[in-house]
């Protein structure tokens, strides 16, 4: 495996069973990338930073696999929400942090995980609407979690386990996005058709309409600045 470079940001392209192996053996910060992320970090040189500092940088969905193809690199996808759950397996017996989502979303979602792994020890559990980040860095480094995943969307996701990996070196710290919403039961996942094809993108934007201009023209000026790396 190689980690190879996709618009100045570096992407691992282990399959999904290294990734694990290389998440528990390094710790550290896991970031699941994505093209809007990295547009983001094209404009922002203080989050490329942060990205290419990351432990573990792996492509989120078929955006990002299709990129690095394009580059003549063969690469699977890993589905961050998928990744974040097997953590949770791995780490069921140790300290776990959840933080994000509305405060309704996150006690949910830490209800259902319980319910699948009754030993799930749940060290820390607070939603993603704060004002003061250090108070809550420091709450969350005062219950010495091993695994925290981060559900705030990016960039303050990646951002606020930066700062937390200065405080928690020994932890494994992942950026989930809206998985907390998912394992809360409020918003399905796509059918499992769309996730084979990688079309996940696709049955959300139906789903949620204003997800459009999100993905729209983001995701063709994505491929365009790719191709144009490739040719350069
Ligand atoms: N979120 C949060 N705090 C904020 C902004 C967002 O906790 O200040 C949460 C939001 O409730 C959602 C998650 O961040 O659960 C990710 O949202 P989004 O749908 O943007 O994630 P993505 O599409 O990046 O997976």
């Keep these: 495996m190689e980690r190879v470079k996709l618009l100045g940001i570096g992407i691992d392209t282990y399959n999904f069973d290294e990734a694990l192996e290389h998440a528990k053996t390094?710790?550290?910060?896991?970031?699941?990338?994505?093209?809007?992320?990295?547009?983001?970090?094209?404009?922002?040189?203080?989050?490329?930073?942060?990205?290419?500092?990351?432990?573990?940088?792996?492509p989120d969905g078929v955006g990002v696999q299709l990129g690095l193809q394009i580059?003549?690199?063969?690469?699977?996808?890993?589905?961050?929400?998928?990744?974040?759950?097997?953590l949770i397996k791995e780490f069921q017996d140790r300290p776990v942090a959840l933080i994000?989502?509305?405060?309704?979303?996150?006690?949910?979602?830490?209800?259902?995980?319980?319910?699948?792994?009754?030993?799930?020890?749940?060290?820390?559990v607070r939603d993603g609407y704060f004002e003061n980040t250090e108070d809550v860095l420091q709450e969350v480094a005062c219950k010495k979690p091993e695994l925290v995943l981060a559900a705030l969307g990016?960039?303050?996701?990646?951002?606020?386990?930066?700062?937390?990996k200065k405080m928690l070196p020994e932890a494994l710290m992942v950026g989930v996005g809206g998985s907390f919403?998912?394992?809360?039961?409020?918003?399905?996942?796509?059918?499992?058709?769309?996730?084979?094809?990688?079309?996940?993108?696709?049955?959300?934007?139906?789903?949620?309409?204003?997800r459009f201009k999100r993905i729209f023209p983001a995701l063709p000026l994505f491929v365009l600045k790719v191709l144009r790396e490739k040719w350069s």
Excluded: C, H
């Excluded at 409020?186 to 058709?193: L, S, T, Y």
């Design 26 to 58: 390094v710790k550290g910060q896991v970031v699941t990338i994505n093209p809007e992320m990295l547009d983001y970090a094209g404009k922002n040189l203080e989050f490329a930073e942060i990205l290419n500092e990351a432990e573990l940088v792996i």
């Design 181 to 210: 919403d998912v394992w809360s039961g409020k918003v399905e996942r796509a059918p499992e058709f769309y996730q084979k094809l990688g079309l996940e993108w696709l049955y959300r934007t139906v789903k949620e309409p204003k």
């Design 100 to 124: 994000g989502a509305k405060p309704e979303i996150v006690t949910k979602a830490a209800e259902n995980l319980k319910q699948e792994f009754p030993d799930l020890n749940l060290a820390y």
């Design 154 to 164: 990016s960039p303050k996701q990646e951002i606020f386990i930066y700062k937390l």
């Design 71 to 86: 580059l003549g690199y063969k690469a699977k996808r890993i589905p961050g929400i998928e990744f974040a759950k097997r």
